[in-house]
């Protein structure tokens, strides 16, 4: 057994163990839990880590041209930006969203066929690497803004009703997960701006051309735009409240079709089987 396949159980473990940990902080309000599962989280963001580390040895290239892959840099994105805003917000509400979402993106990293298959040639450029990057944490971040979005309607809807579950007591303030919100759209966007100008250099340097409105091109751009008018509206108009968590869903959905769909759905130069040469 490989290294990297004993990291990735054991990342498994981690993020298991800090999801139960989570939810039982929530549930009973149990602080030392929520405590307990920030301190697991983040030995599994290590252990993590050292299993991308790990594959990208074994691969010679950054680990997200399969889907397998691109699923377990996510989580880990995802963690590293929890990470960062529990610093600040110390939510086990939010730990609990982040640690069980990170689980399953794992477990279906885990089920994707894991061929090791050599890069695309044409693609074997550092703007790789960069590229990626900024925008898998650009959609951590942008996950972070969904989670509080859902989160404000749940808990705006139960006011306006009149009618509380127990779930109402457990959630932070409206004017929190709105400031959840717009922090996590201002962590974001800088990101997925970046990664979509290092998209557009990486492409003229391998196609000879900046934009050729490759699916997955076209559909990051009608993402960008979606975000920028949630951008634009906090900071020109004033939206607030149930607006923005409306608008961080709907480009979160965007985001996911983006990644995924247009992987399985639409094909083009961006799919995995093109990333890695194959027909």
């Not at 549930?27 to 405590?35: E, L």
Request: proline share 4%; hydrophobic share 55%.
């Amino acid at each position: 057994m490989s290294a990297h396949i004993v990291l990735f159980k054991i990342v498994m473990l981690c993020y298991l163990t800090a999801s139960i940990l989570y939810l039982v902080a929530v549930v009973s309000r149990r602080v030392k839990s929520g405590i307990l599962a920030r301190w697991v989280l983040l030995g599994g963001a290590i252990v993590h880590l050292m299993s991308l580390v790990a594959r990208f040895v074994q691969l010679g290239h950054t680990p997200v041209t399969t889907l397998n892959e691109s699923l377990s840099f996510f989580s880990w994105c995802l963690v590293l930006i929890f990470l960062i805003f529990d610093l600040r917000y110390r939510l086990a509400v939010l730990g609990a969203f982040s640690s069980v979402l990170a689980l399953m993106t794992m477990l279906g990293s885990g089920f994707a066929p894991k061929a090791v298959e050599p890069l695309n040639p044409a693609l074997n450029s550092w703007w790789f690497p960069l590229h990626v990057t900024l925008a898998f944490l650009g959609n951590a971040a942008f996950a972070m803004a969904f989670a509080a979005g859902v989160m404000y309607l749940l808990q705006d809807r139960m006011l306006k009703s009149k009618r509380f579950s127990p779930l109402y007591y457990r959630l932070p303030s409206l004017d929190t997960l709105d400031n959840i919100n717009y922090r996590a759209l201002s962590f974001g966007f800088p990101l997925m701006t970046l990664g979509i100008i290092s998209g557009a250099a990486w492409a003229e340097s391998v196609w000879g051309t900046y934009w050729s409105w490759d699916p997955k091109e076209t559909w990051a751009l009608l993402t960008w735009f979606v975000y920028a008018a949630l951008l634009h509206g906090r900071l020109s108009i004033g939206w607030r409240g149930r607006r923005a968590a409306l608008f961080a869903i709907i480009g979160f959905a965007c985001l996911v079709f983006t990644f995924l769909g247009v992987n399985l759905l639409l094909g083009g130069q961006h799919t995995f089987d093109a990333l890695l040469g194959t027909p």
